[in-house]
């Protein structure tokens, strides 16, 4: 008997351990449906006004009849599904059936997303049905892409079902004419001509004559802040007014006009198309902006060797007044026929030095020197340009000079080999050096131009006031500039600019803007301010809702720059209100931010500066809001929008009456995924009582054992 309970428990304990060793479980399943919220957002836009769905429906009536038809599906699901009605246009809001107009000021999908993502109830299944045209239509902050909310939301198991109203190819009230992409140099000489371009829109206005005309601001009297806006004459000069007569239903045109300023100063200048007979939107029919014009005399002394960028850099004479005195070095054993003017490199004779692909040597010590001393006693600018025997590798890390520039001159040679595509860094596209486009292309016109054949390896020095203005792709600094005591000094990597001026259409203007500007900012005159307070505003002119940054600064009698001033910021609406913008400092100068741009109109800048207690003086700029309206300058629908938000949160992009289908069916089958099915795995191993179950017989094994003498 004892042999038979030996081999049992021995057995048993075997069995076990195999039971343990497979670790089998239970899986338990079970269906939960829980609750879940339904959201049904109707768009109330301006653009809902529009009359283009079927059967010359507004889309607003369009909408009105699907929610209509959508209360017989939606009364239909159990208590189970709780839905929620809600509207939107710049922001999301509560349903009130006796408010269903179409009113709001502007569109912004993404708006409504983020509201969404913030307001569903995670513990909860949640669906979104979304009715709109469709188009996102705002400004400034406002004005983002809803895709990321879309995909927040699919991560979150939330599918948007998307019922678009409205046509893409739609224009509301069929006739409009408007502006768009105003360009025109911001900074320009007295008695010189000033080409603008603008591109012309017009619907429905075949056969009609379209006038496009110039106006420029007359001096402000009194306390104004702006003068009166003057059509500018037809002289043998200027070409201030176009005619023409459309030819089509539909036209897209670049329209090119000029004229000629006569007085420096500030001024607004505006571009207007006469509006037609039956146009109801006028909005979009004038674009303003505001220029500086000089009296000129900016010298500046240009020394390269005999190459392509050298001749095209010359160009910048004819377009800009810049009096550019250009010498071309030799080096080596043809070192004995350079011929430099003396009065160069006396202080105060010059505003601006370039150095091209020279070495050193070709130049020679003294005169480098003097350059030095042109820089740090009178202030005079100072850029060296890409090559292969400058920077340090010309012997410039010998002289003095190459204390001025913001980059290391090593003795070795490192060039950046193959095409190199010039980015502007975000420092950079806030910089006048680098604006080459009308604020809302400059980025993309930066990405088309041509790529420069190869650049000089640039290592900016680690100094707080040095600054990248831009880089290849990967980052490695192209445009390097800082601003000491009494000069501004700029190293530039590129020696192939040329090839932008060749290049068709608008990349020789960006070459002029690029080369000029750099002038201007070399020479401290972007501000065209020689006071002791000075102020900019960036971007000059702006649509409503966009920030603006504004940098000011004081200078002593010396022209040397105040780092402890003290400044009081106050902007003026253009409804009278001031408001103060509070100051903060960037090396010698002080920065702000503005970012209550939102009415159309003049706002005025003035800063007021104190040192040590005592005013030291004020200066003043202005920059300007377009009059657009983002809502209905453009109300064709955008179905492809509708549709990607559908896909990228996982649901689907329906047709009104696929909608209706689909509410049905989900009332009598259920929500897809409302259904969750709870799976509980129960583990049959890891408990206690089979651990003492094994221990129990292997316990009782030994006893047995014990007991015949065994042990």
């Not at 109801?280 to 303003?288: A, S």
């Not at 009332?667 to 094994?694: C, E, M, V």
Request: aromatic letters at 8%; hydrophobic letters at 40%.
């Amino acid at each position: 008997m004892s042999q038979r309970l030996l081999l049992a428990s021995r057995v048993g304990a075997v069995l076990l351990l195999l039971f343990l060793m497979l670790r089998p479980s239970l899986i338990l399943t079970s269906q939960d449906s829980g609750t879940a919220v339904m959201y049904v957002v109707s768009d109330h836009s301006r653009s809902m006004q529009t009359p283009d769905a079927p059967g010359s429906l507004t889309r607003m009536e369009a909408q009105r009849q699907l929610l209509k038809d959508t209360d017989t599906s939606l009364s239909k699901f159990n208590d189970s599904v709780e839905i929620r009605r809600r509207k939107f246009s710049q922001s999301l809001q509560a349903w009130d059936p006796k408010q269903i107009e179409a009113n709001g000021d502007f569109t912004s999908l993404s708006n409504c997303l983020e509201e969404l993502l913030r307001e569903s109830d995670s513990s909860k299944k949640v669906y979104i049905v979304l009715s709109s045209d469709g188009r996102q239509a705002a400004w400034g902050d406002d004005d983002r892409s809803p895709m990321p909310y879309a995909k927040l939301l699919a991560k979150q198991d939330t599918p948007v079902y998307t019922v678009v109203h409205g046509t893409s190819d739609v224009v509301a009230n069929g006739l409009d004419v408007s502006l768009t992409e105003l360009d025109i140099t911001r900074d320009v000489f007295v008695r010189n001509v000033v080409p603008v371009q603008v591109r012309l829109k017009a619907q429905g206005a075949s056969g009609r004559k379209v006038i496009v005309r110039v106006f420029l601001e007359a001096p402000a009297s009194g306390e104004s802040i702006s003068g009166e806006m003057i059509a500018v004459p037809v002289d043998q000069q200027s070409r201030p007014v176009h005619e023409f007569i459309c030819d089509g239903d539909s036209i897209d045109n670049l329209i090119h006009l000029d004229f000629v300023p006569q007085t420096a100063g500030e001024f607004k200048v505006a571009v207007e198309v006469a509006p037609l007979d039956g146009e109801v939107r006028l909005t979009n029919n004038r674009l303003e902006t505001l220029i500086r014009v000089r009296k000129g005399g900016i010298r500046v002394v240009y020394f390269d060797k005999l190459r392509a960028e050298s001749r095209w850099v010359k160009s910048i004479t004819v377009s800009s007044r810049v009096q550019l005195d250009t010498m071309t070095v030799y080096s080596g054993d043809l070192a004995n026929r350079n011929q430099f003017e003396d009065s160069w490199f006396k202080p105060g004779n010059v505003d601006a030095f370039i150095i091209g692909d020279v070495p050193a040597d070709a130049i020679g010590a003294a005169r480098l020197e003097a350059i030095r001393r042109c820089c740090r006693r009178s202030g005079a600018g100072l850029i060296m340009t890409g090559g292969i025997q400058n920077f340090g590798v010309g012997g410039y890390q010998n002289h003095r000079i190459s204390e001025l520039f913001p980059v290391e001159m090593a003795a070795t040679f490192e060039q950046l080999t193959g095409e190199v595509v010039m980015y502007p860094t975000e420092t950079g596209l806030r910089h006048s050096v680098m604006q080459i486009a009308p604020p809302n292309l400059n980025k993309d016109r930066w990405k088309d131009l041509p790529p420069l054949n190869g650049a000089t390896l640039l290592k900016p020095l680690a100094l707080a006031l040095v600054q990248i203005l831009a880089t290849t792709e990967n980052g490695t600094p192209l445009l390097v500039a800082h601003e000491t005591e009494t000069s501004r000094v700029m190293a530039f990597a590129g020696d192939s600019t040329w090839q932008w001026y060749v290049q068709r259409g608008w990349g020789a203007t960006a070459f002029q803007r690029f080369w000029r500007q750099t002038i201007f900012w070399l020479t401290k005159k972007e501000q065209d301010s020689e006071g002791p307070v000075w102020v900019s505003a960036e971007p000059r002119d702006l649509m409503p809702g966009q920030h603006v940054d504004l940098t000011f600064g004081a200078r002593d009698r010396q022209g040397m720059q105040l780092v402890d001033a003290a400044y009081e910021i106050i902007v003026t609406k253009p409804d009278g209100t001031t408001q103060s913008v509070l100051a903060s400092r960037d090396g010698n100068q002080g920065i702000a931010q503005f970012t209550e741009a939102d009415a159309p109109g003049d706002y005025l800048v003035r800063v007021e500066a104190t040192h040590n207690g005592v005013q030291h003086g004020w200066d003043a700029t202005r920059f300007l809001v377009n009059a657009r309206d983002p809502e209905l300058d453009n109300p064709s629908a955008d179905p492809e929008m509708m549709r990607e938000l559908a896909n990228a949160s996982g649901g689907s992009f329906l047709t009104s009456a696929e909608l209706l289908e689909r509410l049905d069916q989900w009332s009598t089958k259920g929500l897809p995924g409302h259904q969750l099915a709870r799976i509980k795995r129960l583990n049959l191993w890891d408990n206690w009582y089979l651990l003492f179950l094994f221990a129990g017989l292997i316990t009782f094994e030994w006893v047995l054992r014990k007991q015949n003498g065994l042990v």
